[in-house]
């Protein structure tokens, strides 16, 4: 169920935070999104926070809980699999 | 049309340094004017310049690198703003100040400021997600100040850290998404910075400042600096906070068609893509 998000979710990154010149594809779905891999930082985070919250109706409710959902794709669609009323 | 912002202190330097002519020209520069090693990140000999001062000097270093490739690449601004610390780059770029009198204007008032931070302890804090009042409550409670206004829900505090580290606890209590807090030497952008005016003025009276050849919107009233106003700007701002988001929305009536971030991170960028959004201009 949630790995049919993840195409969706690489999407909504690619659109919240208006990452010129990149696909879908080549998002690796299992890196980290923080720190290396995409390198985002908390700005970004609050702006997929809005973003999935939009997207999904789901809600991050703090940087705690934020640590582990942005972990990757996969853990961000998970999070949205579980959570999406 | 195209538009250069330059932007505040990093906090940490790049991970990776440059190696061009340009890079060096800048690092020389460092060395000369500052006691600076732009390479190692670290004072010459005989050059007691704090960790804050070191960032502050390679931050407007980095903005003038950058500035430089952009202009070597055929980038001409019509306009330029700044952001806190990023007003001695844009001064530069504007042709109002020489590269040299950047690096060492700020070589100089950081070190001024840094004696601060001898005799009391003090934080900037960041809480995110929340809007102003219930930041800028936080920050009355607790004896500290907004000092950047960056967007509806990025505000940086400054203040003694006792003060910060309460007015954070107070965000987190009341829904932020994240606060962190961050020491520096000097509550930069906050009324306590009138402490050090008088030696502030003294330094910026020193140098000799021509008129922007480039119109410079500043960060707290938006407004263009000239050869007049600019040496009480670079003491007035330092009690002043940054109103970032006015700067953008001022800057974007403007009608430009492109957009450079001069400098080291892309944390204007950001804010502009999140004060964008909300505004739907995007």
Known sequence: MSDELIPKVKQMIIDALRIDGMEADEIDSDAPLFGEGLGLDSIDALQLVVAMEKDFGVVVPDAATGTKVFASVRAMAAYIAENQK | ?282
């Open chain 2, 1 to 282: 049309m195209t538009i250069w912002l330059f932007p505040g202190q990093p906090l940490q330097p790049e991970q990776a340094t440059p190696d061009d002519a340009d890079f060096h020209a800048l690092a020389d520069l460092c060395r000369a004017y500052c006691g600076y090693d732009l390479i190692t990140y670290k004072p010459l000999a005989g050059h007691p310049l704090s960790h804050h001062t070191c960032l502050q000097i390679y931050g407007v270093a980095m903005s003038l690198y950058r500035a430089r490739k952009l202009r070597n690449a055929g980038s001409v601004p019509s306009l330029i703003s700044e952001h806190s610390l990023g007003i001695y780059a844009a001064l530069a770029a504007s042709g109002s100040i020489a590269e040299q009198d950047a690096l060492e204007l700020v070589s100089r008032i950081g070190s001024c400021m840094s004696q601060m931070g001898a005799v009391e302890e003090y934080s900037l804090g960041c809480p995110i997600g929340l809007p102003i009042d219930p930041v800028e409550a936080a920050a009355r409670n607790n004896g500290v100040f907004v000092a950047n206004y960056n967007t509806s829900r990025h505000f940086l505090l400054a203040g003694s850290k006792q003060g910060i580290e309460a007015a954070l606890a107070e965000c987190q209590a009341a829904g932020a998404f994240s606060v962190s807090s961050f020491p520096c030497e000097a509550p930069l952008h906050t009324p306590l910075m009138a402490e050090v005016r008088d030696d502030l003025a003294a330094i910026v009276a020193e140098y000799h400042i021509a008129e922007p050849q480039v119109p410079l919107i500043e960060s707290f009233g938006q407004t263009c600096l000239t050869a007049a106003t600019i040496p009480a700007f670079l003491v007035d701002e330092l009690q002043q906070p940054v109103y970032w988001e006015r700067t953008w929305k001022a800057v974007r009536a403007t009608g430009f068609s492109r957009c450079r971030e001069v400098g080291s991170g892309q944390a204007l960028t950001k804010f502009n893509r999140w004060i964008d959004s909300e505004a739907g201009t995007l």
